[in-house]
């Protein structure tokens, strides 16, 4: 094909920006107190001012798809907890999902709400949790983590006395969930429920109109909506530059349909708008939980047809996706028709964020490229798999 | 230092309501250093979130004098391996373990740091960090409980106490003839080089019996 | 938003000679796949982006298919000699129906596959993904696929990992590097036929696969030892 014959592709690249003075090279991580575990960025500078930006990745590459792809279909469930070792709730659920799509499983009503319940819970102290590392990167070293591990174990509790495990849960299977909630846990999640909204009140006293917070966060690492389009990028950092797509709303898979909620979208792109919208986002998750937690009926939490022992699908393939708290969370599933996927794929989105990290560093200053990378969110486990 | 002579308990606590306190050299010095273990400040994996939520309000590890987590290796009594050590992070680990001064200790936390844990089979994951550098604490599970990695530092806590200043027991940093240095494995075309250090992680001797096949050999 | 088989109609249409057919995916998800030939990929890619729509890459990944070795029973027809009576009788041709099984080898390869969405529309139009695949010929030496990082940004890192993973080689991407390995590595540890090295070590695992490996390696260790010293 001669590229004549190509259309204007309209590619997206990192600017490239003249140094004025000499460049300085550093190499950020992979051990740095900062980088949210071991991650290197190799950067060069001119002055304080970013001119290169190479992030390195696999310093956690733990296998996971290979491992998956030896094992059985549901030997790689406790495996998924271990991506996103904060948010193993919807790491779970985004692999059933897919399982499901695969082989046509139907969950039942009870489980449906189940996993929203736990699915809200987790992004709530996911966004919690981001929030205070964001704000210990800026230098408030210690309060509004300690406040948002505050609210983690409580909810980290619930999720102990339902799956018996504090952060890897392991707790839904194809076509439902593993066990039923044990007496008295609606009203204990009820209870956190009703504190939660008080912990994001007290959060945002603190932070919301803070000018240290404000100076440093408005108008740093703007991310242009097209870009982030084109570059894939998902969950909050997309919609912090006003792009509407939410997965909840936009494949409404499980019953998401059936809640009043809303998507905050922001306008700059900076990270104040990304700190925001996660605030945005536990009020809503509040919503949901409110709902749900009244409404959740009674009956099976499992498919009683699905087997999952033995289990075998049909060839064939299936992608399934949910929104996780960091962005869009998808598994691809290849069935060769034995009890072993034959390709077991994870979309992190913790790697697709990264992609513009790149652009939304250069030309800014070294010291705000700590603050860029907290804003996106990520976990290693995830980004490396 | 001759070898100290052995204090009645009994005798201690007697003296001590009498308002007398007596110690020895050895347990004064080990009391000041068991009580300020400072960690490093270095997370890798899901266990790190553990160990970060043990240094929180609720499980509050200032309680044992191990609050001041020390970003650089220099400053940190303390190393906790926490998480999944790959192979391609693992000789950062044991350059970051060179680096730090002695007294140093190294706890092991969770499945992945001891073994490779659940991604023991992964073609990227060192099958427990002690094939490179000596741990002092195991801490089994995945991931282990806050209230593990407590136990785990009072159980350090109670090694350092019970280390005698002198005589071959004696802990590296007052051994002038200590390795100090641990080789740091490169990055090899299929696997690191060496994969493991055997000096401090010995095979296990063979099961076959040896002088028995050496007694038959000569005839 | 339209089914696979419209778009692939449209597609045909809109850029006349373009090699793409439609792969059925015979599974309950029935999400079809468009494959299309490497040299036509990149205009395929921008008019999905640009004209019809598909403005997100959502997932890049690769897959590893192994040759594949089939035995079919086919029947021929073969002209035989036989002899007839006696040594020096005639010999007299003759065609005969015979069963031969013959082993044919399916070359394998190496594939590329991208799952696209819509952003654009996708609020108002819930659709599944349009999965987009290209295969190399095959798994040795011509590995090479187009990148399609010009038309979606979001395939620069994924295609990244497929390179470093399987090995596939992308030309047109700005940054082919090693992503999750390091730089010295020299095999692509996701396709099927790779064997981890061997860093085996004995465990007092209760498994008894390890067992006997246990017992094989010590043994190889005591055939090794000097006679007499001990390890
Ligand atoms: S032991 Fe478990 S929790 Fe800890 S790093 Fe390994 S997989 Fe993660």
Redesign the pocket.
Known sequence: MSATELPDLNTFLPPMIEPEGDLLEVAMGPHHPSTHGVFRMDVALDGERVIRLKPVFGYLHRNHEKIAEKTTYLASMPYTD?LD?FCSMTNNWAYALAVEKLAGIEVPERAEYIRVITAELTRIQNHASAVGFLMQEMGASGTPLMYAFREREKILDLFESLSGSR??CNYMRFGGCRVDLPAGWIEQAKQIVAGLPQFIDETEALLTGNEILMARSQGVGVLRPDLAVNAGVTGVMLRATGVNYDLRKVDRYGIYDSFQFRVPLGDHGDIYDRYMLRVLEMRESVKILEQALPRIPAGPILDPKSRPRGFRPKPGEAYGRIEAPKGELGFYLISDGSGNPYRYRVRPPSLINLTILEDMCLGQNVADVVLIFGSVDIVLGEVDR | MAAEPELQPDLKIELGKQGVFVTTLNELYNWGRKNSVWPMQFG????AIEMIATTMARYDLARFGAEVFRPSPRQADLMII???VTKKMAPQVVRLYNQMAEPRYVIA?????ISG???KQGYNVLKGIDRYIPVDVHIP???PRPEALIHAFMTLQKKIAAQPLTGEDRPRHLDAEAQGEFPVPVPGAHDLEPPVNRLVWPLPAPATDLTAAAAKEPA | MKSTELLLDELKSALPGVEIELVMNPSVSAQHSLRVAPKDALRVAAYLRDVAGYDYCSNVTGVDWLDKETTEKIRTTKTVTRTVDGIDGIAQAAEEIVEETVKRVEPGCLEAVYHLYSMRLGPTDPHPPVVLRMRTLNRIDQVELPSLTPVWRAAEFQEREIFDLYGIVFTGHRDLRRILMWDEFEDHPMRRDYVDPDDFEYEPTPHDEVLKRAEEYKASLAAELPVGEVR
């Open positions: 271990r070792y952060m890897m | 890798l994996a899901c266990c926490s998480g999944t936390m969770g499945a992945c740091a844990g659940p991604f599970g995945c991931p």
